[in-house]
């Protein structure tokens, strides 16, 4: 009978696919059980079956697909080539760690002497090692103190030293940092009130001096690092502010501790401590090139008083930051730093070769000059002179979904792989992902 045969043969092809059970006995589903937990491999063993079932694969292929289905690690953040130009792009996690940062990070998972002097046994002062390498890195601040990013930095600085008082603040400083979230909104959540000074364009000594009285906690400097207001304005520098005689907080945002010659405007920890701030916030994750987090530095009475905050405790950070962090100020240069230091010439050398390589391969791509940005909230009015490959436009949303995903910028109908935050060992994993498109 037609009927029976036919219902013979769908329980013929469900009889093929292997069992759970099976597929967990190969020795490769195993080893990836160890590595990636049960219910990872589980999950992807039953996407499998359903794929053999729906006539999709081969039933002799579930194991195979199993493997293929897998993720590489048990968290799901996948690493994604930084095609964009955008140095220090805020939705690919900012700086990449140096190598010799993610082996502090590495050593420092399991359990640590993050807190420990093993020479006497008794409790060390966590993060010490760290805290001298920037002091050493930095040698105008007199103390040093760790948090978990630049906005929790400026939280514990005004929480310590303006709670129930007035931060003076100018107009032109008032920053929306990104994703909605405003500097001056991030002060008055910790109960400090603010005294707005000047206008938008323009703001003079005056201003803070009128402004200034016994309910003052603190002077705030914010570095406007993400726009940038020309024509008809002034602004008043530490030096002046220095002589006040109330705490003056500079919020340089971007973590570049010394000056550099590429971005001449961009301030930075030695100089804004040596021009007489009290304090100094900065980010771990922008110019400095380490792990997200936040830097105090300035006066140790100012430093004690934070460190000694009960907040202080809730913005703790964690061993792999200290460890990452200590390796970035110790070791040698960050990725970050690497592409700062690189020239057009070279960077135009590898587009080059690379756009050579892709015509070689058939592929309509050629080599362009390109304008990359620091980004991520800093040197916003800086144009790097950069190289790239221009392609077919359609080839943008193809490479973001490749493995490994490359985002590239997409303008003007076309594809553009900025060379300027992508190492020079991963243009073969840039040329591998184009050809994987084509
Ligand atoms: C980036 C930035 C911040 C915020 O720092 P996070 O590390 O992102 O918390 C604050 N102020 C300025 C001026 C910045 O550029």
Same mark, same amino acid.
């Given at each position: 009978?037609?009927?029976?045969?036919?219902?013979?043969?769908?329980?013929?092809?469900?009889?093929?696919?292997?069992?759970?059970?099976?597929?967990?006995?190969?020795?490769?589903?195993?080893?990836?059980?160890?590595?990636?937990?049960?219910?990872?491999? /589980? /999950?992807?063993?039953?996407?499998?079956?359903?794929?053999?079932?729906?006539?999709?694969?081969?039933?002799?292929?579930?194991?195979?697909?199993?493997?293929?289905?897998?993720?590489?690690?048990?968290?799901?953040?996948?690493?994604?080539?930084?095609?964009?130009?955008?140095?220090?792009?805020?939705?690919?996690?900012?700086? !990449?760690?140096?190598? @010799?940062?993610?082996?502090?990070?590495?050593?420092?998972? *399991?359990?640590? &002497?993050?807190?420990?002097?093993?020479?006497?046994?008794?409790?060390?002062?966590?993060?010490? =090692?760290?805290? @001298?390498?920037?002091?050493?890195?930095?040698?105008?601040?007199?103390?040093?103190?760790?948090?978990?990013?630049?906005?929790?930095?400026?939280?514990?600085?005004?929480?310590?030293?303006?709670?129930?008082?007035?931060?003076?603040?100018?107009?032109?400083?008032?920053?929306?940092?990104?994703?909605?979230?405003?500097?001056?909104?991030?002060?008055?959540?910790?109960?400090?009130?603010?005294?707005?000074?000047?206008?938008?364009?323009?703001?003079?000594? &005056?201003?803070?001096? &009128?402004?200034?009285?016994?309910?003052?906690?603190?002077?705030?400097?914010?570095?406007?690092?993400?726009?940038?207001?020309?024509?008809?304005?002034?602004?008043?520098?530490?030096?002046?502010?220095?002589?006040?005689?109330?705490?003056?907080?500079?919020?340089?945002?971007? *973590?570049?501790?010394?000056? #550099?010659?590429?971005? !001449?405007?961009?301030? &930075?920890?030695?100089?804004?401590?040596?021009?007489?701030?009290?304090?100094?916030?900065?980010?771990?994750? /922008?110019?400095?090139?380490? !792990?997200?987090?936040?830097?105090?530095?300035?006066?140790?009475?100012?430093?004690?008083?934070?460190?000694?905050?009960?907040?202080?405790?809730?913005?703790?950070?964690? /061993?792999? =930051?200290?460890?990452?962090?200590?390796?970035?100020?110790?070791?040698?240069?960050?990725?970050?730093?690497?592409?700062?230091?690189?020239?057009? =010439?070279?960077?135009?050398?590898?587009?080059?070769?690379?756009?050579? #390589?892709?015509?070689?391969?058939?592929?309509?791509?050629?080599?362009?000059?390109?304008?990359?940005?620091?980004?991520?909230?800093?040197?916003?009015?800086?144009?790097?002179?950069?190289?790239?490959?221009?392609?077919?436009?359609?080839?943008?949303?193809?490479?973001?979904?490749?493995? !490994?995903?490359?985002?590239?910028?997409?303008?003007?109908?076309?594809?553009?792989?900025?060379?300027?935050?992508?190492?020079?060992?991963?243009?073969?994993?840039?040329?591998?992902?184009?050809?994987?498109?084509?």
């Amino acid at each position: 009978m037609i009927a029976g045969s036919y219902s013979a043969a769908m329980v013929d092809t469900r009889h093929a696919v292997p069992g759970t059970d099976r597929v967990l006995d190969d020795g490769d589903v195993a080893a990836a059980v160890d590595r990636l937990g049960r219910d990872l491999v /589980k /999950k992807a063993i039953h996407s499998a079956q359903q794929r053999a079932r729906a006539g999709d694969i081969d039933p002799a292929d579930v194991v195979k697909a199993t493997l293929a289905a897998l993720p590489p690690s048990a968290a799901t953040i996948r690493r994604v080539l930084n095609a964009t130009g955008v140095l220090l792009h805020t939705n690919l996690g900012r700086a !990449p760690l140096s190598e @010799a940062a993610v082996r502090a990070l590495v050593e420092a998972s *399991g359990t640590t &002497d993050v807190e420990l002097d093993l020479t006497t046994g008794q409790r060390g002062r966590r993060g010490a =090692t760290t805290l @001298a390498a920037l002091l050493e890195a930095v040698p105008g601040a007199e103390a040093a103190h760790v948090v978990n990013n630049g906005a929790a930095a400026l939280a514990l600085a005004a929480t310590a030293l303006a709670q129930g008082k007035e931060i003076v603040l100018a107009r032109g400083e008032m920053v929306e940092i990104g994703d909605g979230f405003r500097i001056p909104d991030l002060l008055t959540s910790t109960g400090a009130r603010l005294r707005e000074v000047g206008t938008t364009n323009r703001v003079h000594l &005056d201003d803070y001096r &009128d402004a200034i009285g016994p309910d003052t906690g603190m002077v705030l400097k914010v570095h406007p690092s993400n726009f940038v207001i020309s024509g008809f304005t002034s602004s008043v520098g530490v030096s002046a502010l220095a002589g006040l005689g109330v705490p003056v907080v500079v919020d340089i945002g971007s *973590g570049l501790l010394a000056p #550099n010659a590429r971005l !001449p405007r961009e301030p &930075d920890a030695a100089t804004t401590l040596s021009d007489g701030a009290s304090l100094v916030t900065a980010s771990g994750d /922008k110019l400095l090139g380490g !792990p997200q987090a936040g830097l105090l530095l300035g006066h140790l009475d100012l430093v004690h008083r934070l460190r000694r905050h009960p907040l202080a405790r809730g913005l703790r950070v964690d /061993k792999l =930051t200290l460890a990452a962090l200590e390796a970035t100020l110790t070791g040698p240069d960050t990725p970050t730093a690497e592409a700062l230091g690189r020239s057009e =010439t070279s960077l135009a050398a590898r587009a080059d070769t690379l756009s050579a #390589n892709l015509r070689q391969a058939g592929i309509d791509a050629a080599a362009c000059a390109t304008s990359a940005l620091v980004g991520g909230g800093g040197a916003p009015d800086v144009d790097l002179a950069s190289a790239g490959i221009r392609l077919p436009q359609r080839y943008a949303t193809a490479l973001r979904g490749g493995e !490994p995903p490359v985002l590239a910028r997409h303008d003007n109908g076309t594809c553009t792989v900025d060379l300027f935050a992508i190492a020079p060992e991963d243009d073969d994993a840039v040329r591998q992902a184009i050809v994987a498109v084509a």
